[in-house]
T-cell receptor, first 118, second 116 residues
Framework: GAVVSQHPSWVICKSGTSVKIECRSL??????MFWYRQFPKQSLMLMAT?????????EQGVEKDKFLINHASLTLSTLTVTSAHPEDSSFYIC??????????????FGSGTRLTVV | KNQVEQSPQSLIILEGKNCTLQ??????????LRWYKQDTGRGPVSLTI?????NTKSNGRYTATLDADTKQSSLHITASQLSDSASYIC???????????????FGKGTHLIIQP
């Protein structure tokens, strides 16, 4: 089945530094990947849609200069949290849908990255 | 506004018992409804996906139902096990009109605890 690998699974960084999170589709290609943020006991909130070879589409209220997304290949999307602050501490999750599959095909989620900014 | 409401917010049951989780939605135009299981600190894992024409789908001890007329879905868990302790998230997809996300609306989830 479709597998999405997300790395790292957790990271602690100092305030003001940048952190990169990787999302890889291991056994399929994905032109589109999605980045979510989840606070404790809350639902997933879509941050942005990552499109291979083009600019990401950000949801309203998400700072594109703070959350840099790069989707350089059909199997890799990265999210960089720049100048991280403690309020950026959260659980970040990516998902992907195999190339050529319609919206009725199930999404595969990564295992998530727990970011703690100190 | 598209919304997905799940109930109960949390549920505690004894191991071996059955339980049913509810999902009501106002997403339109409807495309499909998915149930996911999310273990603490992990990404969601798909359990079932149903389109408009499907009213029930099973995956092992998990059975999802869909009533597109009343815009309700349920997830029934049979003979619960300790490993079923997790959050269960209902996600409804609107028909894709191109660009951006695929119109997914997430519920807040039901936090299920199975006690021995």
């Amino acid at each position: 089945g479709a597998v999405v690998s997300q790395h790292p699974s957790w990271v602690i960084c100092k305030s003001g530094t940048s952190v990169k999170i990787e999302c890889r589709s291991l056994d399929f290609q994905a032109t589109t990947m999605f980045w979510y943020r989840q606070f404790p006991k809350q639902s997933l909130m879509l941050m942005a849609t990552s499109n291979e070879g083009s600019k990401a589409t950000y949801e309203q209220g998400v700072e594109k200069d703070k959350f840099l997304i790069n989707h350089a290949s059909l199997t890799l999307s990265t999210l960089t949290v720049t100048s991280a602050h403690p309020e950026d501490s959260s659980f970040y999750i990516c998902s992907a849908r195999p190339l050529g599959q319609g919206i009725n095909y199930g999404y595969t989620f990564g295992s998530g990255t727990r970011l703690t900014v100190v | 506004k598209n919304q997905v409401e799940q109930s109960p917010q949390s549920l505690i049951i004894l191991e071996g018992k059955n339980c049913t989780l509810q999902c009501n939605y106002t997403v339109s135009p409807f495309s499909n409804l998915r149930w996911y299981k999310q273990d603490t600190g992990r990404g969601p894992v798909s359990l079932t996906i149903m389109t408009f024409s499907e009213n029930t789908k099973s995956n092992g001890r998990y059975t999802a139902t869909l009533d597109a007329d009343t815009k309700q879905s349920s997830l029934h868990i049979t003979a619960s096990q300790l490993s079923d302790s997790a959050s269960y998230i209902c996600v409804v997809s609107a028909q894709y009109s191109g660009g951006g996300a695929d119109g997914l609306t997430f519920g807040k989830g039901t936090h299920l605890i199975i006690q021995p």
